[in-house]
Nanobody, 125 residues
Framework: VQLQASGGGLVQAGDSLRLSCAAS????????MGWFRQAPGKEREFVAV????????YYADSVKGRFTISRDNAKDTMYLQMNSLKSEDTAVYYC???????????????????WGQGTLVTVSS
């Protein structure tokens, strides 16, 4: 699966932003599609994931209630709607994909084998 992320930018605290991740190369049925982020000087962390077949979603506690992950089956595109952005959301955001192997691996970035190029989100306070 090839992934192309877009939508990052510079916003102020409290603003909203929507990231997109377009997939190509194969059908996404049976895949997990996720968002991860890496802030300067920090390790990569899980943000959100959607199980493509069921549409079930899972979030990191730090973004729950503010971010929404969704998919467009017709376009093979995943989105991350980010509301009420905070300065601590500043990071490079990556989309990733892997075959669905069940819940134990769904938040583990090391289990994902396809990655987009990353898009920078900067939130000024």
């Amino acid at each position: 699966v090839q992934l192309q992320a877009s939508g990052g930018g510079l916003v102020q605290a409290g603003d909203s932003l929507r990231l997109s991740c377009a997939a190509s190369g194969r059908a996404l049925r049976g895949y997990n599609m996720g968002w991860f982020r890496q802030a300067p000087g920090k390790e990569r962390e899980f943000v959100a994931v959607i199980r493509w077949s069921s549409g079930h979603t899972y979030y990191a506690d730090s973004v729950k209630g503010r971010f929404t992950i969704s998919r467009d089956n017709a376009k093979d595109t995943m989105y991350l709607q980010m509301n009420s952005l905070k300065s601590e959301d500043t990071a490079v955001y990556y989309c990733a994909a892997k075959p669905d192997r069940g819940l134990p691996t769904i938040r583990n970035g090391n289990s994902y084998n396809s990655w987009g190029q990353g898009t920078l989100v900067t939130v000024s306070s």
